[in-house]
């Protein structure tokens, strides 16, 4: 048995997440978490939501209410759309959590102390109708790339041009509409990430195993223009962790806040905390490896949007504090699901969210859809042709037609028990052969977080049930020798129950349905596949289930082509 921490991505807190969103973090760190779980490893799963910063200051100011009654109630429901998708966090913790500022405080000043943060005095718009300064978000303007009228201060979301405030046309502020801006000095806490360079190179080089887009983007941001810069960790806002040091306002930085992106991955180690905090667990055997965490194997999830600040300026801040921290082992990233044609957005409401997804559909169907399509080497798309056909074929007509049809049968010529007597022959030896194989690539590529390959593999495990069952036809057998019959079906009804163990991390409730019908929570793993076929005995119980997938019929899909076309309100 060994010990892993699993963290994902951290969802920001200014909306419900898209389908996007889901499957480049959270939905493949819980298919990898439910994996190790049932093969008995001890697993740690953290995640959370990430609250500070402009965006949220913003969508609360739109929704009429304080940034921080905002960010209760988005947690509440982002945490009641993760459990409708069976995520297994171990905690779903909060960025804005008592435990997160006060470590955010400690690495800043351990920072410091190692002479790696530096202040920064430089210039930003100041709008004087609203006394304040202006960062990222807060000025709009017309895009001097495309023309577009409404650019925001760091990205124009028509052309998609990275902006610097400056840079905008006839600048107003987002908050009064104000056009009252000038220049105006302000200091900055800078972390020194270009004196780490070296450290960091040497540290990404030694990650030969890490997926090419984790390391490339890492070495892009190390290597590419004058290489790896010095990044500011404060802002002018007052949503966000102080910036204090040793409990005091830190000099010169009177109001100020860290910048999200500094708090949002210690935040990992937080919600650990917050997670001891609320059950008494030991959060330091995670992650401090002077007490216990030397043992721990550490992977991260994520789209390749957050791969910089996982491969560079988090270790930055670990490496630089000096302190025995966990370091993360692996880091598994995420190409873009696109949808229909062009991107999911949050802010221009596009695309399936996930609480849409769960009010027409069961979670397995998203789960298994969208993980047997993660977009790991490129991106990927979802269309709804796509969705339909992959439910029907995978989940109606393989899975769910081999466990409707031996449940059916055996119901109706010997009753909801195992049937006894028979014995089985070379048909069922190559069987067994073929999923002992199956099998073990199966756990091979679960293990290397290979999902779409293990998704298909698992498909190749359910097809060859179902294959047997037709070349085996023991409604055929039946009727000249009911004996063998009753043997096939015995393994058969056996085969339910593995298929249910091998396919709970990717649609868990389906499985626990399929145990519930087998009448067993018996959820060994088939290590042998011989000995895993005959964990039911003969005169066991089951009951016969309702159907496990239903088929997308060609009007519901059109109805949903339709209905999520336009824009989300
Ligand atoms: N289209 C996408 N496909 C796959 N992963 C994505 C996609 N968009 C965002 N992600 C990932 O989802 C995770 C959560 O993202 P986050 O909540 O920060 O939203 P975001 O990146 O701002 O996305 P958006 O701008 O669409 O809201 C991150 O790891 C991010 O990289
Ligand atoms: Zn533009």
Redesign the pocket.
């Known amino acids: 048995m060994a010990r892993h921490l699993i963290t994902s ?1 951290i ?2 807190i200014n909306g419900i ?2 389908l ?2 889901l ?3 959270q939905l493949p760190a819980d298919l990898y978490a439910r994996y190790l779980r049932a093969r008995g490893h001890e697993v740690m799963f953290i995640c959370a939501t ?1 609250e500070h910063g402009t965006p949220a200051e913003l969508a609360a100011a739109k929704a009429g209410k304080p940034v921080a009654d905002y960010c209760a109630e988005m947690h509440e429901v982002q945490a009641r759309i993760a459990r409708g998708f069976r995520l297994s966090f171990d905690h779903f913790g909060r960025s804005s959590s008592a435990e997160n500022r006060a470590l955010t405080q400690h690495f800043a000043k351990r920072l410091a102390e190692e002479g790696l943060i530096r202040e920064v005095t430089e210039k930003q718009m100041y709008s004087v109708a609203d006394g304040r300064f202006l960062p990222d978000r807060y000025i709009e303007g017309t895009c001097p790339n495309c023309g577009y009228d409404s650019a925001r201060g760091d990205q124009c979301d028509n052309c998609t041009k990275q902006l610097d405030p400056v840079d905008l046309i006839e600048p107003r502020s987002v908050i009064s509409g104000s056009t009252d801006l000038e220049m105006r000095e302000t200091k900055h806490l800078f972390l020194c990430q270009s004196a780490m360079k070296d450290k960091l190179a040497a540290w990404i080089d030694s990650k030969t195993d890490w997926p090419v887009l984790t390391t490339s983007i890492a070495r892009k941001w190390l290597f590419d223009g004058d290489g790896l810069q010095d990044r500011g960790i404060t802002r002018d806002l007052s949503w966000g962790v102080p910036a204090q040091f040793d409990g005091a306002p830190w000099a010169g930085m009177d109001g100020k806040v860290f910048y999200v992106w500094f708090d949002a991955p210690i935040e990992y180690i937080a919600a650990t905390q917050e997670w001891a905090a609320a059950t008494g667990g030991d959060w330091a055997r995670w992650w401090r490896t002077d007490k216990g965490a030397d043992d721990v194997t550490y992977t991260q999830f ?5 791969v910089p600040f996982h491969t560079l300026s988090f270790p930055a801040t670990i490496l630089g504090s000096a302190e025995p921290w966990k370091l993360v082992d692996y880091i598994k990233s ?1 190409n ?2 696109n949808y229909d044609g062009g ?5 221009r409401g596009r695309g399936v969210f996930m609480d849409q997804a769960l009010e027409i559909l069961p979670a397995d169907y998203w789960r298994w859809w969208l993980l047997s399509h993660a ?1 790991e080497n490129s991106d990927a798309e979802f269309t709804w042709e796509n969705f339909q056909t992959s439910v029907n074929k995978d989940l109606a007509d393989v899975l769910g037609n081999f466990v409707s049809r031996v449940t059916k049968f055996c119901r109706s010529k010997f009753g909801e028990a195992l049937p006894a007597g028979g014995v089985t022959g070379p048909r069922e030896a190559e069987l067994m052969a073929e999923l002992e194989t199956r099998i073990r690539t199966y756990e091979g590529l679960m293990e290397a977080m290979e999902v779409r390959k293990a998704a298909a593999e698992l498909r190749a495990i359910w097809v060859a049930g179902n294959e047997y069952l037709q070349a085996a036809a023991p409604w055929s057998t039946f009727k000249t020798d009911p004996e063998t019959a009753a043997a096939q079906v015995r393994l058969a009804l056996n085969l339910v129950r593995v298929y249910a163990v091998l396919s709970a991390p990717f649609i868990p409730d389906a499985a626990a349905a399929m145990l519930a019908a087998m009448g067993t929570e018996d959820r060994s793993w088939p290590e042998d596949i011989g000995a895993a076929l005959a964990v039911l005995p003969e005169g066991h119980a089951f009951t016969t289930p309702d159907v496990l997938f239903r088929k997308i019929a060609d009007e519901e899909r059109e109805e949903w082509q339709r209905r999520f076309a336009g824009r989300r309100d």
Do not use: E, I, R, W
């Open positions: 991505a969802p920001y997440k898209h996007g969103n499957v480049g973090s990430d994520m789209g390749k949007d957050n995420f873009y699901l991107q999911f957005s949050t802010s977009p």
